[in-house]
């Protein structure tokens, strides 16, 4: 397992649980890492450090069954040149490359939504001022290219001084180069695709409620719901570009996370990931398919994939809304963490399930 944080858990309990057989061992970059107790075995190497990691493989001779992680996107790369060296199951390049930088995937599906979206990828303020100057009459946010989750991602106030945005983005970013992208003000929507044999044999489509405001916490998401109640259209459109998404990055099996923004009947894609998604998102797509996703990934890691009813390990819910529970956004400063009292008493309503 590539990854050690508390993301990782419900996939190695699931292992150790479900494949008694196989020996557990997880690599992080934290010695003190939560899955240091759970796991069979545990190595402080950084999951990005894949040269590092076959050579502790290859001097202590172990036999690999499989290689897997969840959640973070900085564990492609590595599965993929793991795979390859140990024989077993790897996804394309070009996915790993859609992935991991913002601005390839740009790149790479550029021609199949009918929304385009304006964008500069760059190091240089100089650049960034010009290519505003260049677009005045729209809005645009700020983020790294190479980075996770929503760190970094800010809304450019063209009035005032983006230096500190700038400072704050690229510091995030794993390649120090940051992406200056319009905004696009409509329904950011979720979606998350199960890949069987080059083809989507099961996805889902739910509205990203998020906050709008600019300054902190902007674009931080504060309810999922599903599914997205929509037009035939927009439907057939997505399912569309899903298809041309999988034709794409040649995928033959595996979990795709692209996330849009539907605003006047079109379609704009703002991020793309191959991997189980964070965020409840895995959890949406659970309660809502009753597909075990860890269960699929665990099997595409050991290619061992078998018909999709074998993943419906759970009951299935024809609406699901995921509330977080937020306090105003922003940084939280040391010791100023708050506990909502008598959470139990809300499992008592009807429909509450988690």
Same mark, same amino acid.
């Given at each position: 397992?590539?990854?050690?944080?508390?993301?990782?858990?419900?996939?190695?309990?699931?292992?150790?649980?479900?494949?008694?057989?196989?020996?557990?061992?997880?690599?992080?970059?934290?010695?003190?890492?939560?899955?240091?107790?759970?796991?069979?075995?545990?190595?402080?190497?950084?999951?990005?450090?894949?040269?590092?990691?076959?050579?502790?493989?290859?001097?202590?001779?172990?036999?690999?069954?499989?290689?897997?992680?969840?959640?973070?996107?900085h564990s492609l790369k590595t599965i993929n040149?793991?795979?390859?060296?140990?024989?077993?199951?790897?996804?394309?390049?070009?996915?790993?490359?859609?992935?991991?930088?913002?601005?390839?995937?740009?790149?790479?599906?550029?021609?199949?939504?009918?929304?385009?979206?304006?964008?500069?990828?760059?190091?240089?303020?100089?650049?960034?001022?010009?290519?505003?100057?260049?677009?005045?009459?729209?809005?645009?946010?700020?983020?790294?290219?190479?980075?996770?989750?929503?760190?970094?991602?800010?809304?450019?106030?063209?009035?005032?001084?983006?230096?500190?945005?700038?400072?704050?983005? *690229?510091?995030? #970013?794993? $390649?120090?180069?940051?992406?200056?992208?319009? %905004?696009? !003000?409509? @329904?950011?929507?979720?979606? /998350?695709?199960?890949?069987?044999?080059?083809?989507?044999?099961?996805?889902?489509?739910?509205?990203?409620?998020?906050?709008?405001?600019?300054?902190?916490?902007?674009?931080?998401?504060?309810?999922?719901?599903?599914?997205?109640?929509?037009?035939?259209?927009?439907?057939?459109?997505?399912?569309?570009?899903?298809?041309?998404?999988?034709?794409?990055?040649?995928?033959?099996?595996?979990?795709?996370?692209?996330?849009?923004?539907?605003?006047?009947?079109?379609?704009?894609?703002?991020?793309?990931?191959?991997?189980?998604?964070?965020?409840?998102?895995?959890?949406?797509?659970?309660?809502?398919?009753?597909?075990?996703?860890?269960?699929?990934? *665990?099997?595409? #890691?050991? $290619?061992?994939?078998?018909?999709?009813?074998? %993943?419906? !390990?759970? @009951?299935?819910?024809?609406? /699901?809304?995921?509330?977080?529970?937020?306090?105003?956004?922003?940084?939280?400063?040391?010791?100023?963490?708050?506990?909502?009292?008598?959470?139990?008493?809300?499992?008592?309503?009807?429909?509450?399930?988690?």
């Open positions: 397992v590539l990854g050690g944080s508390f993301e990782q858990l419900p996939l190695i309990k699931y292992l150790k649980k479900n494949y008694k057989e196989f020996t557990i061992l997880t690599f992080d970059k934290y010695k003190d890492s939560p899955a240091l107790n759970i796991s069979d075995r545990f190595k402080k190497i950084d999951i990005r450090d894949y040269k590092k990691i076959l050579i502790y493989l290859k001097k202590n001779n172990l036999k690999v069954a499989g290689i897997s992680s969840i959640i973070t996107e040149y793991l795979s390859e060296k140990l024989h077993l199951p790897k996804t394309s390049s070009i996915s790993v490359n859609a992935t991991e930088s913002k601005y390839f995937s740009r790149n790479l599906f550029d021609n199949i939504c009918d929304g385009k979206i304006e964008f500069l990828r760059t190091d240089s303020i100089k650049k960034i001022k010009n290519f505003l100057k260049k677009n005045f009459d729209k809005k645009f946010i700020m983020k790294p290219d190479i980075s996770s989750g929503q760190r970094g991602l800010f809304f450019i106030d063209k009035k005032k001084n983006f230096l500190q945005s700038f400072k704050k983005s *690229i510091q995030f #970013s794993i $390649n120090n180069r940051v992406i200056v992208e319009e %905004y696009v !003000n409509g @329904k950011e929507l979720n979606v /998350v695709a199960m890949i069987k044999n080059g083809e989507i044999v099961k996805h889902i489509v739910s509205e990203r409620c998020r906050y709008t405001k600019p300054g902190l916490g902007f674009g931080i998401v504060y309810r999922h719901s599903n599914p997205y109640k929509t037009t035939v259209l927009i439907k057939d459109k997505i399912t569309k570009i899903l298809k041309k998404i999988c034709k794409k990055t040649k995928i033959i099996n595996g979990i795709i996370f692209p996330q849009f923004i539907i605003s006047e009947n079109k379609v704009y894609l703002i991020e793309f990931a191959e991997r189980v998604p964070g965020g409840l998102m895995n959890k949406v797509f659970e309660y809502s398919t009753g597909i075990d996703l860890n269960r699929f990934q *665990i099997d595409c #890691s050991l $290619n061992k994939i078998g018909k999709l009813n074998n %993943y419906k !390990n759970f @009951k299935s819910y024809k609406n /699901v809304v995921i509330e977080f529970l937020n306090g105003p956004p922003g940084i939280l400063k040391q010791g100023g963490v708050k506990f909502i009292k008598n959470v139990n008493k809300i499992l008592k309503y009807k429909n509450v399930l988690e």
